[in-house]
């Protein structure tokens, strides 16, 4: 088989116990399989839950923590037990592990998301695995990734995989809840997520853990997106990851041809960056942009609002609403100045200009 890169989604609930405990059996077995996946040459990351569930007991409290403060103490004395975990149950087998955390911020900011970037394939070049969760301990609440369903999704992006693969207790998804419809039909393979599966996936996780089917089913649908197939099930024993990778895993194989991979530029603009204001234009120009691949000339744009410059990212308005975002090549007050010197010589000459305001390879659809 060709060598792939795979990232795979550990949950708290396959990696600790309900006592707040790591659960070295569950651990060695994940990493075991990842040892085969190495050995037939396929490059891994992790993004490994489980730092709030193998921390709060430390802390004195007999379930997982609700308050914020809880949490992040938590995470910070059970992420540091995690990474011990897997640093001596990968030496054991030769590989070496890397921890990444990495809040929000990092991602919204373009050159952090350019560095971690770049510091991922550094240790991917080197065969090390790269072992990855939100930086929890540090993360604001209103600016946290949501759950390392998405985190999962948001990496694969990143790094272009060549697939993700959550793991989780449940083996895939149903078309009702098996637990409550004995007759619920397992889906083998689809290529999209609905929102009626949205509506029907169930919200809540496990105990110790935060992401239940809904989470998973959002993470799946941005990794769709984003060019990544995507497995949600379960497995066990070494070989646990090479089938699900050759196509024989108990779970949901999701995936899509028809959606391409896109290059992380775009991905930053679709999913991490901050929107510094809006343009509105009109009919010629939403079709040059949506349909005849084209980019947005300043002749199209007939309103700006918000403050911006150069190299900010702004949303673009049509005439029946958002279109989608992209990166400005002029700032606000000059785009303003061009729409006013535009209806002045107008009225002389129409407006011969062929400079962009948003280049078509930094624009991406809503
Ligand atoms: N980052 C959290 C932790 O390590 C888990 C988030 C999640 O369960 O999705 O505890």
């Given amino acids: 088989m060709k060598k792939k890169r795979v990232v795979v989604k550990i949950g708290s ?30 490059e891994v990351l992790l993004v490994s839950s489980g730092a709030v569930a193998a921390g709060f007991v430390k802390l004195g409290y007999s379930s997982r923590p609700i308050t914020l403060k809880g949490k992040q103490a938590a995470a910070a004395v059970g992420q540091s037990l995690l990474i011990k975990s897997y640093i001596e149950k990968f030496t054991e087998l030769n590989m070496i592990p890397a921890q990444i955390l990495l809040t929000r911020n990092d991602f919204s900011n373009r050159e952090r998301y350019k560095n ?6 550094e240790l991917l070049e080197r065969r090390i695995i790269p072992i990855i969760n939100e930086n929890d301990t540090v993360s604001v609440e209103e600016l946290t990734f949501g759950d390392n369903d998405m985190l999962s999704a948001l990496v694969s992006g990143l790094v272009h995989a060549d697939q993700l693969i959550i793991l989780t207790d449940i083996n895939g998804l149903y078309d009702s809840d098996p637990r409550v419809n004995r007759s619920a039909k397992k889906m083998d393979i689809i290529d999209k997520i609905t929102d009626e599966m949205l509506a029907a996936a169930q919200a809540s996780g496990s105990k110790v853990g935060t992401g239940g089917m809904r989470s998973k089913l959002i993470a799946a649908k941005t990794a769709l997106s984003l060019g990544v197939p995507v497995f949600i099930g379960k497995g066990s024993g070494t070989e646990k990851l090479l089938e699900i990778l050759e196509g024989h895993g108990d779970g949901t194989y999701i995936f899509n041809r028809a959606l391409g991979s896109i290059n992380t530029r775009r991905q930053w603009i679709a999913y991490h960056s901050e929107v510094a204001g809006r343009i509105f234009i009109d009919k010629g120009a939403e079709e040059a942009i949506l349909f005849n691949g084209g980019s947005l000339l300043p002749a199209g744009v ?54 962009e305001v948003i280049h078509r390879n930094k624009w991406v659809r809503a």
């Avoid at 971690?116 to 394939?121: C, D, E, F, H, N």
């Fill in 302 to 355: 007939f309103e700006v609002n918000g403050r911006f410059q150069k190299g900010d990212v702004v949303e673009v308005f049509g005439i029946n609403g958002l279109l989608g975002k992209g990166e400005v090549t002029c700032s606000s007050e000059d785009l303003q100045r061009l729409i006013g010197k535009r209806s002045e010589e107008r009225k002389k000459q129409p407006l011969k200009t062929s400079v």
């Fill in 116 to 121: 971690a970037y770049a510091t991922i394939m």
């Fill in 13 to 42: 609930s396959s990696l600790t116990n309900e006592k707040g405990e790591i659960d070295q059996q569950k651990l060695v077995d994940h990493i075991h399989a990842v040892a085969s996946l190495r050995k037939d040459g396929h």
